[in-house]
Structure formats: C-alpha cells, structure tokens
C-alpha cells in the first residue's frame, strides 16, 4: 500500500471514531436518565394542579377579585391551603424516597388522611397572621408602632413558620398529637433560626409570584419553590432527632 491508502485507512479510522462519540454520548443518557426527568416534570406539574383544586376557592379569589377587599372571604378560605400543602409534602416525601410518581393516589390519599388537622394548623395561622395584620393597621401612624409593629411581624412570621413546619412534620408523624406537633415545630423552628428564615424567604418569593403572576406561580413556580421550603424544614425538624444507639 502507498501512502494514500495509508491515509485513506487513516481517515476512515477517524471517520468511524467521530461517529461512535456521539453514540457513545447518547449511550450515557440512559433510560433511566429520561425516566427521572420527566417523573420530576410530570410530578411538579401534577403537583401544581392539584394544589389549585385542593385550593380552588381562594385561588379564585386571588385571581378574580380585589384581595384588598376581599381579604375576609380569603381569610375564611386561607385553611384550605394546610391540608393542601399536606398532601403536597407527602407527595415529595414519596417521590424522594423511591422516586414514586404515583402523585394523584399519593396527594388524595394524604389529604384525606390528614384534612382535619391540616385544616386546625392553617386556621391556626390564618388567625395569627390576620389578628397580626389588623393591629399593625392600628398601630401604623402612632408613636406606639415603633415598638409594637417590629413585634407584631415577628409573632405572626413565627405563626407562619410553626404552621409550615408542623404541616412537614403531620404525614411524617401521624401518631402525635396535634398539640406535640406544633410544640415540637415552634422550639426547633426558632432554635433553627438560619435555617427557617430561608424558608420564609422562599414561601415570601411564592406568595409574591402567586399574587402578581397566578399563572406562572400556581402552573409553573409552586411545586419547585414548595420543594425548596420543604426540604429546609425538613432538615430542621430532623436535626434535632436522636440518633439511633449503636448496636
């Protein structure tokens, strides 16, 4: 052979390499790859609908009135929202474990399980947040509301996170009594500071998106943010837990 045939062969070599690259890339993507993408998509996706069923009459209020006007009817509904995100933490409790994309069976189980509790912890916050809110419309203006409206906020941000915490914590202890469960989520929740107020920024950013842009928060933003504010409390209501003794 001469010298072309050696180059021929040469690049027909190179030619049969450049073409296994890319087979070789797509052989890195496996099947497993694209199942886990799209049960993440299908279950945040799935998620979302069914917190604006499990919420529908103030997501109506939210997006065909005036909030400012309608604020009672959306405090009446605003317990909705605990049995909701119930079933939604269950839903990423699931889906974390075993990667389970079982997110209908899952959601609807957990909110029927848990509605009554759910129900107490949100009224419980919606009370708060609103006494919290009615008297820092008293005080603001008055020489009073220096002292009394940095408080005001605070107690009622603490009322948001205690909830937030305990709807966590209720599908992962069903056991406990209502009273322990929110108890046990408002010592770690403050003994956990750092932790918690990166949640409140997180269900501050929804809540945000929600109000402004429905769509995208209710379609698109709830799951993922939820997700986020999820895994802080979830990291700090497990923080605290003993340890298994050694065997």
Known sequence: MGTAGVGGAAGAVGAAGGAAAPRRRRALIGPETYELVFGTVYTGLMTNLLLAVA????????????????????????????????????????????????????????????LRRGLAIGALATGAVVVAAVDVAFFWGRTAGAVAIPVLVTLAAVAV??????????????????????????????????LSAGALVILGLLVSLVATRPAVGLGFAAAPLLFAAWGACRFTLRASAPSAPPK
Not at 161 to 189: H, N
Request: glycine share 6%; net charge positive.
């Open 55 to 114: 919420c529908l009459p103030l997501v109506v209020l939210v997006v065909a009135t005036d909030v400012a006007t309608t604020w009672p009817l959306a405090a009446l509904a605003a317990p909705l929202v605990g049995p909701a995100l119930v079933a939604a933490f269950a839903v990423f409790g699931a889906f974390s474990a075993d990667g389970s994309t079982a997110v209908v069976r899952t959601f609807a189980g957990a909110w029927r399980r848990h």
């Open 161 to 194: 996170l205690t909830a937030v915490l305990a709807l966590v914590a209720v599908p992962e202890m069903p056991g406990a009594r209502l009273r322990d469960v929110l108890l046990a989520a408002l010592v770690l929740g403050v003994r956990r500071w750092y």
